[in-house]
């Protein structure tokens, strides 16, 4: 993939992140909820940057 492609993904997943943790400081939720939420998002970001960006193809079950 390109060094554009690259950026585009890194832009999107940080814009994804920032609201989600404004989101986060904005509701009342209890500590450890709010660690394991915290945990799934970035690992649900990391997973799409990788798509994204094109190192790497998830195939999850669909056949071409």
Known sequence: MSLIGILVAIIIVG?????????????????????????????????SFVELSGLYHFNLGVRP
Request: avoid cysteine; proline fraction near 9%.
């Open 15 to 47: 814009v994804l992140l920032w609201a989600i943790n404004a989101i986060l400081g904005v509701v009342p939720i209890p500590e450890p909820f709010k660690t394991i939420i915290w945990v799934i998002v970035v690992v649900i970001a990391v997973i």
